[in-house]
């Protein structure tokens, strides 16, 4: 058994207290985990195998939901927008990108750039939330 600097359960529950403190649900988290909700319910009191590809997605997702925080000075609805609305940057939500194979890395390092580019400002997340369907981006904007 691999030892591990996070105890898996202690990684488990705070990446579940993340996604829900992001208002996701079970099924959303275990498709950015790429397993099934069924799976990811399973091991929520044990955790994954340290080293294993959803314990890593599970501690990178931590991390960029402590940037999160950092830039809206702990705003949950305002992560939440954020999270949720569509990305100028990444051409689409993060929510959605952090369901690619990359998608939480290139999420927390567009954070990243955020926090570096704001740095002294007052609102690190103010965002330009557009209403779009899968295929349709709609021109009425709203500031966050």
């Not at 208002?23 to 069924?38: M, N, R």
């Not at 890593?56 to 702990?74: D, N, V």
């Not at 194979?101 to 390092?109: I, L, P, S």
Request: hydrophobic share 40%; glycine share 6%; with cysteine.
């Amino acid at each position: 058994m691999n030892r591990s600097l996070f105890p898996t359960s202690v990684v488990t529950k705070a990446f579940t207290w993340a996604y829900q403190e992001l208002g996701l649900s079970i099924k959303q988290a275990s498709e950015i985990l790429g397993i099934s909700p069924s799976s990811l319910a399973q091991t929520t009191l044990l955790g994954f195998e340290s080293g294993t590809i959803e314990y890593r997605k599970q501690l990178a997702f931590i991390r960029m939901y402590h940037l999160l925080i950092t830039l809206s000075e702990g705003d949950t609805d305002q992560m939440r927008a954020w999270f949720t609305s569509y990305n100028v940057s990444l051409e689409m939500s993060p929510l959605k990108m952090c369901k690619e194979y990359d998608g939480v890395e290139r999420v927390a390092d567009q954070l990243r750039k955020l926090k570096q580019s704001c740095s002294g400002r007052q609102s690190a997340l103010a965002t330009v939330e557009f209403a779009h369907q899968e295929r349709e981006v709609r021109t009425g904007a709203r500031v966050h």
